[in-house]
């Protein structure tokens, strides 16, 4: 059997390639990784686990098997109190194993990748974090893995050292900025980030992580933009979010409060997967696959959307009805009539929560590199450490729109914090139900009586009519019909009718 095609030869070739999802978040819900230092010893502690999660996303229809080495530098493994058993040499070893073996199994490559380190954001020197780098590349070197990714960095100026030793090895280099279309987090701007990855020696750039697929797609099409602009020629590649991120700051999803416990409301479902893996195959990305959030489900919608380009449709596919077609064979009529394209294409889910926001004020709290918060350290949060930032968190927060909310493809929107309904209707009942009609026109007299000074008395109120209250102008023009019927639809109010004038003249139901 003849080896894959390399990772340059099918991009420079126009062929779409599609990667894999997110393993952290993953294997976090099926039990095999701590939440909070999110190391990967998994690859030695859990091998069957890791291996499966590959086999899954390679049937889904993934072309790249990337290594589960995110944050397996030695620096993160010893961080903050994490004690393993197992060194950094040994984890990349065994995933880089478990990676090559499921990539055998089909048409797919392996992808070396390193990440972000503690030692930059405790200002260490750049040749204390290059070494860390290369003491991952020298097992991914020893594995000869078919490219490099280095991904998930918030500082262009971190991943440009990266790529600068990954480029030593000679085998193709990609790298990505989990950045939105603000830049990073020392405000460079993504256009002139992807500048500065390409000009170290990326020859594919882009965006993963911290953003769901629509902003993380228009980040790239700046990244590219730009690069066209300066004359340098490079690949793209996006690997977002799974989940809507409409609300974020320049920090990304982990600046929420649902971070990472509660996002599960924000999940996109398979059908939003279709819309992203067309727009990004619009923009001129042609590396297209996910990160945290991403299942196996999401990546064979992206591969279902893009079929017709890569000329096959995923294994997966075999279990799955085109755009719900299965649902033919459901035994309720009303499922069945939900076997078709338009249904699912248009569908707004509901989160059945009733009680909840739709959307959340991020933390913001504005650390990042440099920062005293961000030093790290081999010992355990300490107890005191720890309140401090629990003091520090219930301070009021001071939240601004970012300038990414005004983006072209963004909305203007305020973020609110849930809050419960406290309106408690009084008693009354035994009292004789009143008659709205006779309280309705006492009501008009009164309105016209103030308005018109000579106007006759008006007859007797009723028994049950309130008692006159003088109304207070408000100063400025009084409305018109005219300047009522300007206003768009969604900011009139509709008139009430006469059981919904009863109901709220009787304090609510009976």
Not at 172 to 185: K, T
Request: overall charge neutral.
């Amino acid at each position: 059997m003849a080896p894959p095609k390399g990772i340059m030869e099918r991009l420079d070739a126009g062929e779409v390639v599609i990667g894999d999802g997110g393993f952290v978040f993953a294997l976090e819900k099926r039990g095999y990784v701590k939440a909070g230092p999110w190391t990967p010893e998994a690859a030695v502690e859990h091998p069957e686990a890791v291996r499966q999660l590959h086999r899954e996303f390679l049937r889904a229809g993934a072309n790249v098997m990337q290594t589960f080495t995110f944050y397996a530098s030695d620096d993160k493994l010893e961080n903050r109190g994490n004690k393993l058993s197992f060194t950094g040499a040994q984890i990349n070893e065994a995933a880089c194993d478990l990676a090559r073996e499921v990539a055998n199994e089909g048409d797919a490559l392996v992808a070396g990748g390193v990440c972000q380190t503690p030692s930059y954001l405790s200002c260490k020197s750049e040749t204390e974090v290059k070494g860390i780098f290369k003491k991952q590349l020298d097992v991914f070197i020893k594995k000869n893995v078919d490219f490099l990714i280095a991904e998930y960095f918030e500082h262009v100026e971190e991943a440009v050292w990266a790529v600068e030793v990954l480029k030593e090895t000679g085998k193709p280099v990609a790298a990505c900025l989990c950045i939105g279309p603000e830049g990073d987090m020392h405000g460079v701007s993504a256009g002139e980030c992807a500048i500065r990855l390409v000009k170290a020696g990326a020859q594919i750039v882009g965006v993963n992580c911290h953003f769901d697929p629509m902003t993380c797609v228009e980040a790239v099409k700046l990244m590219k933009a730009a690069v066209e602009k300066a004359g340098l020629k490079a690949h793209y590649m996006v690997q977002p979010l799974a989940y809507h991120t409409p609300d974020c700051s320049c920090q990304g999803f982990i600046d929420l409060p649902e971070f990472p416990f509660g996002l599960e409301p924000r999940i996109l479902t398979r059908w939003d997967m279709h819309k992203y893996a067309r727009e990004a195959y619009n923009a001129g990305i042609y590396f297209i696959g996910g990160c945290c959030g991403f299942e196996p489900y999401h990546i064979r919608a992206v591969a279902e959307e893009l079929a017709a380009e890569r000329g096959v449709l995923p294994a997966a596919s075999e279990k799955h009805g085109t755009w719900g077609a299965g649902l033919e064979m459901h035994t309720k009529p009303w499922v069945r009539a939900r076997a078709r394209r338009d249904y699912w294409e248009n569908l707004k889910p509901a989160s059945g929560r009733p009680l909840c926001p739709s959307l959340s004020t991020p933390d913001g709290w504005g650390v990042t590199k440099g920062d005293t918060d961000l030093m790290q350290q081999t010992e355990a949060t300490t107890k005191d450490q720890l309140k401090q930032l629990f003091d520090r968190q219930q301070r009021p927060l001071v939240v601004s729109l970012s300038s990414k909310m005004a983006a072209p493809s963004a909305r203007l929107i305020q973020a609110v914090r849930p809050h419960a309904p406290l309106i408690k209707f009084p008693n009354r009942q035994g009292n004789p139900k009143p008659n709205v009609q006779e309280a309705l026109k006492t009501l008009a007299v009164n309105f016209q009586q103030h308005n018109t000074p000579s106007a006759p008395p008006p007859p007797p109120p009723s028994q049950f009519a309130r008692p006159h209250v003088p109304l207070t102008l408000i100063p400025g023009s009084p409305d018109t019909l005219a300047s009522v019927q300007l206003l768009p639809a969604r900011y009139r109010r509709r008139p009430l009718n006469t059981d919904e004038m009863e109901f709220i003249q009787r304090g609510g139901p009976e």
